[in-house]
């Protein structure tokens, strides 16, 4: 299995424990490195394999993007 693979693998775990947590007190600074490094491997895979493994940092970068606004927008 190529580097690529394993970042983007890696990545994809962390993604989903966005959403579903491992155990359950699992913390938001968990959550929030969660998804700092699967944005990091996300593009790291998609540099030195396959683009299609942006979508995750894709996702997450546009997730919190629609938060930011939801929140300024509610103000």
Known sequence: MKRSTK?????????????????PEWRAPITFAS?????????LAATS????????????VGGFVLDLY???YAL
Do not use: D, N
């Open 7 to 23: 970042a983007g693998i890696a990545s994809a775990v962390l993604f989903a424990s966005i959403f579903v947590p491992p155990y």
């Open 35 to 43: 998804a700092v490094l699967s944005c990091v491997l996300g593009a």
């Open 49 to 60: 394999g396959k683009k299609w493994w942006l979508i995750i940092p894709a996702s997450i």
């Open 70 to 72: 939801l929140v300024i």
